[in-house]
C-alpha cells in the first residue's frame, strides 16, 4: 500500500509558476513509476507527466512539453511537478499517482495508488 498526499497548489495569475509535491509514504516509493494528472470540471481526467523510478527517463503530455518538469527525490520520497508558464487552461485538480508497473504509462488504469488531489487555478 502507497499514499500519497499532494502539496502546492492554488491561484496563481497566467504566466505565473507554481511547484506541487507529492509526499509518498509505505511501501518503497523507489520502486514506482509514478505520473501526474489532472482532472478540470467536466473533463476526463488525462495525463500530465511521469517519471521512472531511477528518474533517469520522463514524459510529457504536449500540453506540458517545455513548461512543466517532473523530478523525484528517493530519498524524500517525494514527487514534483514544477510548472511554469500557467495558462488558464491549467487550471484543474492535479494528482499524483504510483504504478508498479506503469513504465511510465500515459493511461489512468496502469497506477494503483492516487492521492487525493490539489487545486490549481489560473486566472486570466
Known amino acids: 500500500q502507497v499514499q500519497l498526499v499532494e502539496s502546492g497548489g492554488g491561484l496563481v495569475q497566467a504566466g505565473g509558476s507554481l511547484r506541487l509535491s507529492c509526499a509518498a509514504s509505505g511501501r518503497t516509493f523507489s520502486r514506482y513509476t509514478m505520473g501526474w494528472f489532472r482532472q478540470a470540471p467536466g473533463k476526463e481526467r488525462e495525463f500530465v507527466a511521469a517519471i521512472m523510478w531511477s528518474g533517469g527517463s520522463t514524459y510529457y503530455a504536449d500540453s506540458a512539453k517545455g513548461r512543466f518538469t517532473i523530478s523525484r527525490d528517493n530519498a524524500k520520497n517525494t514527487l514534483y511537478l514544477q510548472m511554469n508558464s500557467l495558462k488558464p487552461e491549467d487550471t484543474a485538480v492535479y494528482y499524483c499517482?504510483?504504478?508498479?508497473?506503469?513504465?511510465?504509462?500515459?493511461?489512468?488504469?496502469?497506477?494503483?495508488?492516487w492521492g487525493q488531489g490539489t487545486q490549481v487555478t489560473v486566472s486570466s
Open positions: 499517482a504510483a504504478g508498479a508497473g506503469a513504465y511510465g504509462s500515459r493511461r489512468s488504469t496502469a497506477y494503483d495508488y
